[in-house]
């Protein structure tokens, strides 16, 4: 359910940042507080607690990523003092799931939320089909539990409604989703509601994906999103000014908050061989060669068409300050740039950043034979690449 494209990214949420959105739509959501001063945790969860005056609460650590109940980041409380400790426990917590990585992901900030007696979970998503060039509405009786493995292990009980883009989510296909959860009585009517509030959300903020999981029904027949995973399309932030203080850096990756300030495209991935690249689809070329020729690339980077010193050099730093960088691989292509001034940058940064790892140049295009002079008269210690394929092979043997 995660992707991200070779130009531009998602940009994710937190989950009670999601739910006030949803709310604004009229997608029914749980009562709830958050509390996002990790100083004042128990203080602020104890007057959550007292503001929601039920008698349970559900205290919910908010990182961006999911399968935190499993993980212990997602805890009920039948008292004042059990909220209160349960927030000093969560927050603050290093808080490790499926999706967090070994490492986990340390919890500053919770939702303190109305406890709700659920009859059923199920699952509702909504997100781009790439195969139809639609947007799917997905809906399941298995909610709860991860919906990539109800797609592997019995894909019948998902059920899809594709959006038309002329007509919008109909009526009929809400009504269509309801009726095969097996929902009747005021739980179907709710959910009919429910489904056309969400994909009228899901329209009006350029989202790129919604997955509720769970969307419960209750005894009462109410029917509640009581997690809300969102994410935007980055390449219409531009209409959406406001959506920049939903954004919590911390939960970003620093290489790529600081790739994004010298509009670099950058994208870390687990591999060993760097790779500095010029326009995305060679970018993408250049990972697949890397891959083919037996090596794993550490990051996507696209330096853009008119690739200065200066990029060139911030473009250095990034990639180096991945520790698991064992080599940097150079494939420019001078088209729009010329090989001789990306040969500058790349003597200007191997000098001014102080490279300790070897680096595989490989220039093609114009004032490619200069560029090739001046890298080999620099003085510094570069292995250059004759062709793509050369190259690649030459970084990846110097990986091992
Ligand atoms: P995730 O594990 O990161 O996906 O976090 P969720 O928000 O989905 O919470 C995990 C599980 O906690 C849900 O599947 C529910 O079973 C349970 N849960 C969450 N909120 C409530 C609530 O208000 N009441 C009860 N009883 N359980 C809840
Ligand atoms: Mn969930």
């Not at 130009?7 to 006030?20: C, L």
């Amino acid at each position: 359910m995660y992707h991200r494209n070779c130009k531009g990214r998602e940009m994710k949420i937190h989950e009670y940042q999601g739910k006030e959105i949803l709310k604004r739509y009229g997608v029914p959501v749980p009562a709830s507080v958050p509390v996002t001063d990790p100083e004042r945790a128990a203080e602020l969860a104890g007057q959550a607690w007292d503001q929601l005056g039920g008698a349970v609460a559900v205290v919910k650590a908010q990182i961006h990523a999911g399968g935190r109940g499993k993980g212990g980041g997602v805890k009920l409380a039948r008292s004042r003092e059990e909220c209160v400790a349960l927030a000093e426990e969560i927050m603050g917590m290093q808080l490790v799931t499926h999706q967090t990585g070994p490492e986990g992901k340390k919890v500053q900030r919770l939702l303190v939320e109305a406890g709700c007696e659920i009859e059923h979970e199920y699952y509702v998503g909504l997100v781009l089909d790439r195969q139809t060039s639609r947007v799917t509405v997905m809906a399941s009786t298995e909610g709860g539990m991860e919906i990539e493995k109800v797609a592997a292990e019995s894909p019948e009980k998902i059920f899809k409604e594709t959006i038309d883009p002329l007509t919008g989510f109909q009526g009929f296909q809400a009504r269509r989703l309801a009726f095969k959860l097996g929902l009747s009585g005021s739980a179907f009517k709710n959910a009919v509601r429910f489904f056309l509030a969400l994909a009228k959300a899901w329209e009006e903020t350029d989202a790129s994906l919604f997955e509720i999981n769970p969307l419960v029904t209750t005894k009462q027949g109410d029917v509640l999103a009581l997690d809300a995973k969102i994410n935007f399309d980055d390449n219409s932030l531009f209409r959406h000014k406001d959506y920049a203080e939903l954004r919590d850096l911390s939960e970003e990756e620093e290489s790529e908050i600081e790739a994004a300030k010298h509009d670099l495209n950058y994208i870390k991935l687990d591999g060993t061989v760097g790779c500095m690249v010029n326009g995305a689809g060679l970018a993408m070329g250049t990972m697949d060669i890397i891959k083919y020729v037996g090596g794993e690339p550490a990051n996507f980077l696209d330096v853009g068409g008119g690739a200065s010193p200066e990029t060139v050099e911030a473009g250095f730093k990034i990639i180096l300050s991945d520790p698991n960088v064992k080599c940097v691989l150079i494939n420019i292509f001078g088209g729009i740039v010329r090989c001789d001034r990306v040969a500058a940058g790349v003597i200007q940064a191997v000098k001014n950043v102080g490279v300790e790892v070897p680096v595989v140049v490989r220039l093609a295009g114009t004032n490619h034979e200069v560029a090739a002079e001046m890298l080999r008269t620099s003085g510094i210690d570069l292995i250059v690449g004759d062709n793509l394929r050369d190259a690649a092979e030459k970084a990846v043997a110097a990986v091992k």
